[in-house]
């Protein structure tokens, strides 16, 4: 779909017998993967050795998601059910998942933005690769709290906790993204399951730093096929669980045009990137949206430990196009410099290179903990770009003598 050009997305999510409707910026970068993509077998982000690739260009990100007891200033405010910071409450709300709306709080514990439906990627399969084979894998889909390349984190005190993956089909349909059994891949790839829950463990049959199939099949039309990763409301599971998983995801056609792989309304991602800087995509942002203002929000960034202050870099075009954003022009923006409670806060404070320390030297938490932060970037009405109109995030941890372990989540619009 040629790269600089994607899809606003409109969102249409089936929870509780209710379909509601929100558009979303597309999150990611110009690739055809989500997450570092490593060769089966590899445990290193930066070795060269086999099986590892050489060169080996990782951008040192990975999708994850939450168990659903996780303590809520553990970076993932949407998939954690729980407002509170223990491991010892077993539900929060008795009418989530069988008693529906209105989830009510339960001894004050509920957390407001819980999303029992997890998070979307956008598998977008464009023009030139309908009528060619696909198929969308999974990098270590299940949490084994395995170390590197993922550092997993399960927590015993919490509990296992399952993850579960499943593909829709598109509607066809520009801006409009729908998950509805009637679009379920379920039973229907040529290779793979097209729906599979992974309960908590490692190994081969969990597919343990390896690439799982879920599904392979022929696209006959355009359009984005939704991907749907979830930790709560899986039917037969009990939601139970502490810790997060790390996983990527990839979609690739037999043909010579390759689909693109992006985030659906927020992101989450775990970051323990083995260097001193981290580079990462954020959004697409066209000469059509001059004069708007571009938002980007940020929970609970700037985890980490060491003699060294860390900041987050919000930069513009061009972003050089490669795995990793390797360019980008310094903008001035403004910004909240007190942690907010609540996503979207009021941005009084100025950076003119949209630079914000996320972590105090010598600290052992962010500034950020538990918190929210807002980058809001005002775009000229000179704003113009043409075949790389990438935005993207700078992270500097320091002079490599503190240790960067950042499990945050994001999102990003244009107004």
């Not at 390349?149 to 015993?156: N, V």
């Not at 037999?254 to 985030?263: N, R």
Request: glycine content about 12%; charged content about 10%; proline content about 10%.
């Amino acid at each position: 779909m040629g790269r600089g050009n994607r899809r606003s997305v409109r969102m249409a999510t089936l929870a509780a017998g209710l379909l509601v409707l929100a558009a979303c910026q597309p999150l990611g970068g110009p690739n055809h993967t989500f997450g570092n993509d490593l060769p089966d077998g590899c445990t290193s982000l930066t070795s060269t050795a086999a099986p590892c690739p050489n060169p080996n260009v990782q951008p040192g990100v990975w999708a994850a998601i939450q168990g659903p007891l996780s303590r809520h200033r553990d970076g993932d405010p949407f998939a954690t059910m729980c407002a509170g910071d223990t491991t010892t409450v077993s539900t929060c709300d008795p009418n989530w998942p069988t008693g529906g709306p209105p989830y009510t709080a339960a001894s004050g514990v509920q957390n407001a933005t819980y999303h029992p439906n997890g998070y979307t990627w956008a598998v977008d399969v464009p023009q030139g690769a309908v009528a060619e084979p696909l198929t969308v894998e999974i990098y270590d889909p299940a949490n084994g709290g395995t170390g590197a390349p993922l550092d997993e984190l399960l927590d015993a005190s919490g509990g296992p906790f399952n993850t579960s993956y499943e593909l829709f089909a598109t509607t066809g349909r520009t801006n409009d993204v729908e998950e509805t059994p009637a679009l379920s891949m379920n039973g229907k790839c040529a290779t793979g399951p097209g729906y599979q829950d992974f309960a908590n463990g490692s190994g081969p049959s969990f597919f343990t730093e390896k690439w799982f199939t879920l599904c392979t099949f022929t696209p006959t039309q355009a359009g984005i096929y939704p991907l749907r990763v979830k930790t709560s409301d899986i039917p037969g599971v009990p939601d139970a669980g502490d810790g997060w998983n790390a996983y990527a995801v990839k979609a690739v056609s037999a043909g010579p045009t390759q689909p693109d792989v992006y985030g659906v309304a927020d992101v989450s991602t775990w970051m323990d990137t083995p260097s001193t800087l981290g580079r990462f995509y954020l959004t697409n942002v066209g000469s059509q949206q001059a004069g708007h203002t571009l938002d980007v929000d940020l929970f609970d960034p700037g985890d980490g430990s060491g003699p060294d202050a860390f900041t987050m870099q919000v930069v513009g075009p061009p972003s050089g196009l490669g795995v990793v954003p390797t360019g980008g022009a310094t903008v001035p923006c403004s910004y909240n410099a007190t942690p907010s409670p609540t996503i979207g806060p009021s941005t009084p404070n100025t950076s003119t290179t949209c630079t914000v320390t996320t972590k105090l030297a010598g600290a052992s938490t962010g500034v950020y903990d538990n918190a929210w932060l807002r980058f809001a970037v005002t775009l000229p009405t000179s704003y113009t770009c043409s075949a790389d109109c990438w935005w993207s995030m700078v992270v500097n941890y320091g002079t490599g003598s503190s240790v960067s372990a950042d499990r945050l989540t994001w999102t990003v619009s244009v107004h």
